[in-house]
């Protein structure tokens, strides 16, 4: 049973990670109707899932992507959070 317990203590020390960032993809699409202090929310909960940043995804042409983002922008700038784009979303056309 010792050498059990040592095993899987072992092995919790070789599987540790240190994550230098972590973000979650965010589909601006799906936020049409955020106002800054709802992006704020969503930040406030992402950063205490120690989450250090959103990419942000969104359709071309999409109604609302222009709001969106310049909301995400402020309530990120608020807050000390980070944003980046992702370019691999595909909705709408290229």
Do not use: P
């Amino acid at each position: 049973m010792l050498l059990y317990l040592l095993a899987v203590a072992l092995l919790g020390r070789v599987c540790h990670i240190h994550a230098k960032a972590v973000f979650a993809h965010f589909m601006v699409s799906n936020a049409v109707n955020y106002s800054v202090s709802d992006w704020e929310d969503d930040i406030k909960l992402a950063a205490s899932s120690h989450i250090t940043a959103f990419t942000l995804n969104m359709a071309y042409n999409q109604d609302g992507n222009a709001e969106g983002v310049a909301d995400a922008f402020i309530a990120a700038a608020n807050q000390g959070f980070q944003l980046f784009f992702s370019f691999n979303y595909a909705g709408n056309g290229a």
